[in-house]
């Protein structure tokens, strides 16, 4: 963690009397210990942009309480954003989504998280301590189409081309006045079911949703299993044209009373924050799921689903903080989530100058994901919650890279690439190492 040469301090904010208040972990904490860093806050509207880098490696060169005005700093990029029709859009977001690379391996260092909001005229600007051969922009507001544009370093004249976007309406109504839960409104472009989005339909029945201009195929289906293409359809609207900036309105849909519309309260037996939970429903006594679902915690504990019958069993897996399983016998219950087993997994390289590189890991068992976390190579042991024993696959993305388990050439780039958790295992720690043919696959 310690050869990590830039941090994004996110805990960083004001106090009321202007000072500056960082929110650093243990391992920053200790980095600063250690050697001189130099700090440099970029204000924005509402926030503090923190970044840290070892003092040795400041490019601009710093004293104490070194004051260094943006203006003064390498132009990274200026320009404007225009709608479709060539007028400037006030209050877009644009940031440069370049990836992060290594100065280890001889390469300037070259972050994202710059960005900027455009002025009445659609004018932005970007400055940084880091030179760029090239930056990667993106741009963005709401009702409008994202635009992407990559230019060499210090251009003053880009232009980012936002499109306006398009709105669908529709309203589903139960014949027998009844609460629709477990319906789902597909869109698809050509056909192309790689291509497919979807947005659940609200409990009161109404959806209204913006999409981009283009053609599609479209159909509400009630839901079965989480990403599987087993909905059963219930109206369809194939080959539609979507205007820029109108309004499509599908008008009303009957949707058949069907089923049992389950209502379950999720309580933790150790209170936490999860970031998701993800449910599966299962025939009684089996290991068939007949449905599946993925819920933010930001949404709220209490998830949603539709079942021709009770009962039915049900596991709920909370991201970081445990599992349940229960058996549910009627239309509103509760499950307890309890901490679950903890796992250790510590991330390793044969080549030292990859460590450091940020590893975004899930475990998967039999029936579908489980558990993911957020890891560095080389760092201490970071835990993932599983629901039981058994083997998990090990499916590691590292700097925003999925990676095959094998190289062309038959290398296995990372190892073991499973884990076996045992009955009796008490909070076990396995190792994962990356082959130094990793840093080939980064490039």
């Excluded at 659609?122 to 922009?137: I, K, Q, T």
């Excluded at 309004?247 to 519309?261: F, Q």
């Excluded at 989530?337 to 940020?358: Q, Y």
Aim: hydrophobic share 40%.
């Amino acid at each position: 963690a310690a050869s990590v040469a830039e941090w994004n301090v996110m805990g960083a904010r004001t106090d009321g009397s202007g000072r500056l208040v960082l929110g650093l972990d243990e391992t920053a904490a200790r980095d600063l210990a250690r050697s001189p860093w130099a700090l440099v806050v970029q204000f924005e509207p509402g926030r503090p942009l923190v970044r840290m880098f070892p003092a040795q490696a400041f490019p601009l060169g710093m004293t104490d309480l070194d004051r260094i005005e943006m203006a003064d700093l390498p132009l990274v990029v200026a320009g404007r954003v225009l709608n479709d029709a060539g007028e400037p859009i006030r209050g877009a977001r644009i940031s440069v989504e370049n990836k992060r690379t290594d100065r280890s391996r001889g390469r300037q260092l070259d972050y994202g998280g710059l960005s900027a909001v455009s002025d009445v005229e659609g004018r932005f600007a970007m400055h940084d301590v880091f030179e760029r051969d090239r930056v990667n922009l993106r741009a963005w507001k709401s009702d409008h189409v994202t635009g992407m544009v990559e230019c060499v370093k210090g251009s003053r004249d880009v232009v980012l081309e936002l499109g306006r976007r398009a709105r669908v309406r529709l309203r589903c109504i139960a014949a027998d006045g009844s609460v629709i839960t477990g319906l789902r409104f597909e869109y698809l472009r050509d056909g192309d079911e790689s291509r497919r989005q979807s947005a659940p339909v609200p409990e009161d029945g109404n959806l209204d949703i913006v999409v981009e201009s283009d053609r599609y195929d479209m159909r509400l289906v009630r839901a079965g299993t989480f990403m599987a293409r087993n909905g059963e359809r219930l109206a369809d609207w194939p080959g539609l044209d979507v205007p820029p900036g109108e309004l499509r309105d599908l008008g009303e849909v009957v949707v058949p009373a069907r089923g049992i519309n389950v209502e379950v309260a999720i309580r933790m037996r150790e209170e936490s924050s999860p970031g998701h939970f993800q449910y599966r429903v299962f025939e009684p006594g089996t290991t068939r799921a007949i449905r599946t679902g993925y819920q933010p915690g930001s949404a709220g504990r209490v998830i949603r689903f539709n079942v021709d019958h009770l009962p039915v069993d049900l596991e709920v897996t909370a991201d970081g903080a445990g599992v349940a399983r229960a058996t549910i016998r009627e239309a509103k219950a509760s499950i307890t989530i309890g901490p679950g087993i903890r796992v250790g997994i510590r991330f390793r390289c044969d080549d030292p100058s990859l460590g450091g590189k940020m590893v975004y890991c899930h475990l998967t068992g039999q029936g579908g994901y489980y558990s993911a976390g957020v890891a560095w190579m080389g760092a201490d042991t970071t835990w993932f919650v599983l629901p039981e024993p058994g083997r998990y696959a090990v499916m590691p993305n590292v700097e925003g890279k999925q990676l095959p388990r094998k190289t062309g050439d038959g290398v296995a780039l990372f190892a073991p690439d499973s884990i076996e958790l045992k009955p009796d295992a008490d909070e076990p720690v396995f190792t994962i190492t990356f082959s130094r043919d990793l840093a080939g696959h980064l490039d």
